[in-house]
């Protein structure tokens, strides 16, 4: 069909879930609390008062969704291991029914000739760690570089691609700075040492893989292509704050090996009064990676706009000095979030044309969107919207990959509607819907048209 786009032999082609959003089984073999099961029994946190405690019972059905992957075709699956199935207390013990569930997943995939891709850290804190000070203390990136060791060495052997941390912005910023995420605190100092140990963690978590004989190691990101409002200096200067809050935040000391340059003008005195960072942290941080992982969704546009939190060491959150604007002219996604292809393939050309050669090659872990699906009289589910996002974004980023980035795969997020975070199940990203009622899986128009995009790529 001439509305798929091409892509080289050997790219990949996934599709990502994470644990809390679809395992359930939240108090079942030995599985300790995390940030978000305490987040979700806090009142008025969470839409309609979901958790995660059931959510896609993933951890029951899991042969289900092997089979739904396999009859769709992609060669990965990317899938989160929640910390506190392994480590329910964050440190200490290590539960083995934690351990062979994950193996019994793995088995699974590889029988059904589908290659696992673990992430360490979807978010799911142990919230023994975040009662001792969780990512606002360097013992919480320790006990992560503790955690990977255990589980690299029980999985390597058959798990080809991992990642250390998914997301760190929203960990450090949504979860420590405005508490739209858990643990839901609304700090300055605390959610810039979270976003620096963090990163401490990562390095420490890139080691134990490297000491297990991983293939690949790499982290993800959801970096944003930002655009100023309007050409005015103030909305130019605007810009500059939230690339380094979003973006370089993460890319410069991984990547380059630095702190922002910006982040003076940023954070003001919460960066130049810290002391959360030590001698050898960027060295650590900014290890070699084999690949690099990215989420993108939508463009952010921003304005200028003064601070509008009184006490001034909160001047970390994400309105710092300035404030999101709708974007004019392009269909918005139930997220409320603009569709632009193009600052698709703009982001990935501006990381490699600022980074040059100390960019690894780069994996798609994320890409989709919420939609409001229609369900029809027989059952089916007709999802145009995103059938022509997917569409598109891909488009996208071939046009990326002719300019010279270097993209070896592509996952789409994601494979079920699950647990969307603090919007409970009001929003559905699965290119499967699931009834939560009686857990029944249907695969929607968009499931069929990926199959179909995946197998015109096959020789």
């Given at each position: 069909?001439?509305?798929f786009?091409s892509?080289?032999?050997?790219?990949?082609?996934?599709?990502?879930?994470?644990?809390?959003q679809i395992?359930?089984a939240?108090?079942?073999?030995?599985r300790g609390?995390?940030?978000?099961?305490?987040?979700?029994?806090?009142?008025?946190?969470?839409?309609?008062?979901?958790?995660?405690?059931?959510?896609?019972?993933?951890y029951?059905?899991?042969?289900?969704?092997?089979?739904?992957?396999?009859?769709?075709?992609?060669?990965?699956?990317?899938?989160?291991?929640?910390?506190?199935?392994i480590v329910?207390?964050g440190?200490?013990p290590?539960?083995p029914?934690g351990?062979?569930?994950?193996?019994?997943?793995?088995?699974?995939?590889?029988?059904?000739?589908?290659?696992p891709?673990a992430?360490?850290?979807?978010?799911?804190l142990?919230?023994?760690?975040?009662?001792r000070g969780?990512?606002r203390?360097?013992?919480?990136?320790e006990?992560?570089?503790?955690?990977?060791?255990?589980?690299?060495?029980?999985?390597?052997?058959?798990?080809?691609?991992?990642?250390?941390?998914?997301?760190?912005?929203?960990?450090?910023?949504?979860g420590?700075?405005?508490?739209?995420?858990?643990?839901?605190?609304?700090e300055?100092?605390?959610?810039?040492?979270?976003?620096?140990?963090?990163l401490?963690?990562h390095?420490?978590?890139?080691?134990?893989l490297?000491?297990?004989?991983?293939r690949?190691?790499?982290?993800?990101?959801?970096?944003?292509?930002i655009l100023?409002a309007?050409?005015?200096?103030?909305?130019r200067?605007?810009?500059?704050?939230?690339?380094?809050?979003?973006?370089?935040v993460w890319?410069e000391?991984i990547?380059?090996?630095?702190y922002p340059?910006?982040?003076?003008?940023?954070?003001?005195?919460?960066?130049?009064?810290?002391?959360?960072?030590?001698?050898?942290?960027?060295?650590?941080?900014?290890?070699?990676?084999?690949?690099?992982?990215?989420?993108?969704?939508?463009?952010?546009?921003?304005?200028d706009?003064?601070?509008?939190?009184?006490?001034?060491?909160?001047r970390?959150?994400t309105?710092n000095?300035?404030?999101e604007?709708?974007?004019?002219?392009?269909?918005?996604?139930?997220?409320?979030?603009p569709?632009?292809p193009?600052t698709?393939?703009?982001?990935?050309v501006?990381l490699?044309e600022?980074?040059?050669?100390?960019?690894?090659?780069?994996?798609?872990t994320?890409?989709?969107?919420?939609?409001?699906?229609?369900?029809?009289?027989?059952?089916?589910?007709?999802?145009?919207?995103?059938?022509?996002?997917?569409?598109?974004h891909l488009t996208?980023l071939?046009?990326?990959?002719?300019?010279?980035?270097?993209?070896?795969?592509?996952?789409?997020?994601s494979l079920?509607?699950?647990?969307?975070?603090?919007?409970?199940?009001?929003?559905?990203?699965?290119?499967?819907?699931?009834?939560?009622?009686?857990?029944?899986?249907?695969?929607?128009?968009?499931?069929?048209?990926y199959?179909?995009?995946?197998?015109?790529?096959?020789?």
């Amino acid at each position: 069909m001439t509305d798929f786009p091409s892509f080289p032999p050997g790219f990949v082609f996934g599709a990502a879930t994470a644990a809390y959003q679809i395992e359930g089984a939240a108090q079942e073999d030995g599985r300790g609390p995390s940030i978000w099961d305490t987040y979700c029994r806090t009142p008025g946190l969470v839409a309609n008062g979901d958790s995660g405690d059931v959510a896609c019972d993933h951890y029951h059905r899991y042969p289900q969704d092997v089979a739904l992957l396999r009859e769709l075709g992609v060669d990965s699956y990317r899938f989160s291991i929640a910390w506190p199935r392994i480590v329910p207390a964050g440190s200490g013990p290590v539960n083995p029914k934690g351990l062979d569930f994950y193996s019994r997943l793995v088995d699974e995939l590889l029988a059904a000739g589908i290659e696992p891709a673990a992430t360490l850290y979807h978010w799911d804190l142990p919230q023994a760690l975040e009662d001792r000070g969780g990512w606002r203390t360097r013992e919480t990136a320790e006990r992560f570089g503790e955690y990977a060791a255990v589980v690299a060495g029980h999985l390597s052997d058959r798990v080809p691609r991992w990642i250390t941390l998914n997301e760190p912005w929203c960990s450090a910023f949504l979860g420590y700075s405005v508490g739209r995420h858990a643990p839901g605190a609304r700090e300055g100092r605390g959610a810039l040492a979270a976003a620096h140990h963090l990163l401490v963690g990562h390095g420490l978590a890139v080691q134990a893989l490297r000491a297990a004989g991983v293939r690949e190691a790499g982290i993800t990101l959801n970096l944003d292509r930002i655009l100023p409002a309007t050409g005015s200096p103030a909305d130019r200067s605007a810009v500059t704050r939230a690339d380094t809050l979003h973006n370089l935040v993460w890319t410069e000391p991984i990547l380059a090996g630095r702190y922002p340059a910006a982040e003076e003008e940023t954070w003001g005195g919460l960066i130049t009064g810290q002391d959360f960072r030590r001698d050898g942290d960027l060295e650590l941080i900014s290890q070699p990676l084999d690949f690099m992982g990215i989420n993108y969704y939508r463009p952010l546009v921003v304005a200028d706009a003064p601070h509008r939190e009184s006490d001034p060491t909160l001047r970390v959150a994400t309105d710092n000095r300035y404030e999101e604007v709708r974007l004019p002219g392009v269909r918005h996604t139930a997220m409320g979030w603009p569709v632009a292809p193009g600052t698709f393939t703009d982001l990935l050309v501006a990381l490699k044309e600022r980074y040059g050669e100390a960019l690894p090659p780069v994996h798609i872990t994320e890409n989709g969107s919420a939609e409001d699906d229609e369900v029809s009289a027989d059952g089916a589910v007709h999802d145009s919207d995103r059938v022509a996002y997917l569409r598109d974004h891909l488009t996208a980023l071939r046009a990326a990959m002719d300019a010279g980035v270097d993209v070896r795969g592509y996952y789409v997020w994601s494979l079920l509607d699950n647990f969307e975070w603090a919007f409970g199940y009001d929003k559905r990203f699965g290119i499967v819907r699931v009834d939560y009622a009686t857990q029944r899986r249907t695969p929607k128009d968009s499931y069929h048209w990926y199959r179909a995009m995946i197998a015109a790529q096959r020789p």
